[in-house]
């Protein structure tokens, strides 16, 4: 029987969990050489094919998809909609971590000693306000934005190409075309990188796990089991109202169409890696418009950080009961805020969201060393909301798309 790549791909993840906890427990010192000769080369080579694919896809798809829009208006109401719902989804996110960590409570009587909490480190790197955010959206050099892939002035150039072409329609027939030829290559070439992709996600699941192993899994299981609650109660709760109720679909029509972009980014760890199969899979698997999943898509994988809210909620509650530290409602609050603006200008790329969880703890004078008390699970658990992150883009585009083929149906009627 011939195997789908979706069977494929599991069959790895699989294989990748077996032989990498196998040979942590067997054999570490086999291990650390398969995977420097190994594993890690082959995780790094389906990464780097990916990554080569990102800023052109993202590119060519925003261009067209704002172009495709047709008008102005509809640009601005699809725009309106979709950071409104992202917003919205990352707030809840934060909630649903905040809340349950508070209830379970996972640092509470912490097996960390006084030692070991005061020998956790984290290198805190230089994190931009929000305001500086936002002033740097737009690229003084279109082209060093593109060859240093800053997404939000990508796509903040993206948008206003796109928008020349909608008004100039005619006159730049020609470079639409242009556009579009490059768009079809690129995905193309998806198809190219993606028959790596089994082999690819069994060196990255071997080599996480086999350098994890089950010793810091166990030490903070807790944590790590509030955090997975969380992603699965967002995914079921948010993200199936939305599919049911706003976008009048089966949520599970939709996760079991997403899956086979769902184990990507489980693997990659990265929403923009990912992004190339998650917008292929959203519109051939759930029949999500073009011109809906490449704008709703690649805005998502820059500002739509859901998983990495629930971490931060979490994570604050979890540091904060290691070192016996009672939160005030209003400095929750002040989570929330910092998570939700922060995600804005996050980069979707692995380990992102601990630079995030530095300022997060910041805002409420947590001490940033306590990071390095999770930050061997942080991988492991980087894969489980990377897959929750694309699962939000394609739900909220597959909402937009249903959205907008309503109002054009009734705008035909009344035309009629």
């Excluded at 300022?359 to 409420?364: A, I, W």
């Amino acid at each position: 029987m011939k195997l789908n790549l979706t069977a494929k791909i599991l069959i790895a993840l699989v294989l990748g969990i077996i032989v990498g906890l196998s040979l942590n427990v067997l054999a570490p010192d086999l291990f650390s050489t398969l995977d420097k000769y190994f594993f890690s080369p082959l995780g790094e080579i389906f990464l780097s094919l990916i990554n080569m694919l990102v800023v052109p896809i993202v590119f060519f798809s925003l261009v067209l998809g704002v172009a495709g829009l047709g008008d102005t208006k509809k640009l601005g109401r699809m725009g309106i909609k979709t950071i409104a719902t992202f917003l919205i989804t990352t707030a809840i996110a934060i909630t649903i971590g905040l809340f349950l960590a508070a209830v379970i409570q996972p640092g509470s009587n912490s097996p960390f000693s006084e030692e070991e909490r005061q020998a956790a480190s984290f290198n805190e790197e230089e994190t931009p306000s929000v305001a500086e955010t936002l002033l740097n959206i737009i690229p003084t050099n279109p082209v060093a934005a593109l060859a240093e892939g800053n997404m939000l002035q990508i796509i903040a150039f993206s948008i206003f190409i796109g928008l020349a072409l909608t008004v100039l329609k005619e006159k730049t027939k020609g470079v639409y075309k242009l556009f579009e030829q490059g768009n079809d290559i690129m995905m193309y070439l998806v198809g190219v990188v993606m028959k790596f992709a089994p082999y690819g996600t069994f060196g990255l699941i071997a080599s996480a796990l086999g350098e994890a192993g089950f010793e810091s899994l166990q030490s903070i299981l807790m944590y790590v089991l509030v955090v997975l609650l969380a992603l699965v109660v967002h995914a079921v709760v948010t993200y199936g109202s939305i599919i049911l109720f706003l976008a009048k679909k089966s949520p599970i029509w939709f996760y079991k169409g997403f899956f086979p972009a769902m184990t990507v980014g489980f693997s990659t760890s990265s929403s923009n890696a990912t992004l190339p199969i998650s917008m292929e899979t959203a519109q051939k698997n759930l029949n999500v418009s073009k011109a809906s999943s490449s704008f709703v898509q690649p805005l998502g994988a820059t500002i739509n950080m859901d998983g990495t809210a629930i971490m931060q909620g979490v994570a604050t509650i979890f540091i904060a009961q290691v070192y016996a530290v009672d939160l005030t409602f209003v400095e929750l609050l002040t989570v929330v805020m910092t998570a939700v603006l922060a995600s804005i200008g996050t980069a979707g790329v692995p380990g992102v969201g601990l630079i995030l969880l530095a300022m997060v703890l910041n805002s409420v004078g947590l001490p940033v060393a306590g990071i390095g008390l999770i930050l061997g699970i942080d991988r492991l658990l980087d894969m489980c909301r990377t897959a929750i992150n694309i699962s939000g883009d394609a739900a909220v585009a597959l909402y937009v798309s249903e959205s907008e083929k309503k109002r054009k149906i009734k705008e035909q009627r009344g035309e009629g």
